[in-house]
């Protein structure tokens, strides 16, 4: 079972670089989202999409852009990489039939290091 | 203020301990709760769902206190495996009306023999 998929696993751009990290899952989930977790800080939302053609924005979205043409694919852009997007990027995926629905737990793909020089 | 707030330890315990952590989340809409456990440099994975009534998996346990906006997650018997980063993890209402995971910081753990 794949679960959910992200490339790169490593990568390193120079400041102003633009980059697309992806994420694939095969479990049809209508739920995904992109989180970065830096030292201290834990897990932080930067968009988040609740079914193809709908997104949202999280707790940090500038910077980045986001696109959900397909249910299986939840891409992340960095437009202008910098300095400070240096850090762990996770998507995850889950069961989401509802507004209503409780406790659905998140898929988390293996992670992306990114860093930005 | 945080929306989810944790104690970030470092918790140094030794093994066949007990101990607890806890967790409070600022808005009073959450519906869902959870507890992520997340190994160095690894994803978060699930740990357990937190129910109203609370509940039990083995060695822990979690408790929700709605009136107190306060989770918590009692480890019993500590193993050196229970050693990792675990997280707090609250279903909250967004701007737009929709739901999002909000996690805490984490609280790291290390079981020491």
């Known amino acids: 079972n794949a679960g959910v998929t992200q490339t790169p696993k490593f990568q390193v751009l120079k400041t102003g670089q633009s980059m697309t990290l992806q994420c694939a899952q095969d479990?049809?989930?209508?739920?995904m989202s992109w989180y970065r977790q830096d030292p201290g800080m834990g897990l932080r939302l930067i968009h988040y999409?609740?079914?193809?053609?709908?997104?949202d924005q999280g707790e940090v979205p500038n910077g980045y852009n986001v696109s959900r043409s397909t249910t299986e694919d939840f891409p992340l852009r960095l437009l202008s990489a910098a300095p400070s997007q240096t850090s762990v990027y996770f998507c995850a995926s889950s069961p989401f039939r509802s507004l209503r629905t409780e406790n659905q737990p998140q898929h988390f793909g293996d992670g992306t290091r990114l860093s930005i020089l | 203020r945080k929306e989810v707030e944790q104690d970030p330890g470092p918790f140094n315990v030794p093994e066949g301990a007990t101990v607890a952590f806890n967790c409070t989340y600022s808005?009073?809409?959450?519906?869902?709760f959870f507890w992520y456990r997340q190994d160095c440099r690894k994803e978060p994975k699930l740990l357990m769902s937190v129910y109203s009534s609370g509940n039990e998996d083995g060695r822990f346990t979690a408790q929700l206190n709605r009136a107190s906006q306060y989770i918590s997650l009692l480890i019993r018997d500590s193993k050196l495996s229970d050693s990792a980063t675990y997280l707090c993890?609250?279903?909250?209402?967004?701007?737009?009306?929709?739901?999002?995971?909000?996690f805490g910081s984490g609280t790291r753990l290390q079981v020491q023999p």
């Open positions: 479990m049809n989930h209508e739920y």
């Open positions: 808005n009073s809409a959450s519906q869902s």
């Open positions: 993890v609250v279903n909250v209402l967004g701007d737009t009306g929709r739901r999002a995971l909000t």
């Open positions: 999409s609740v079914g193809a053609g709908i997104t």
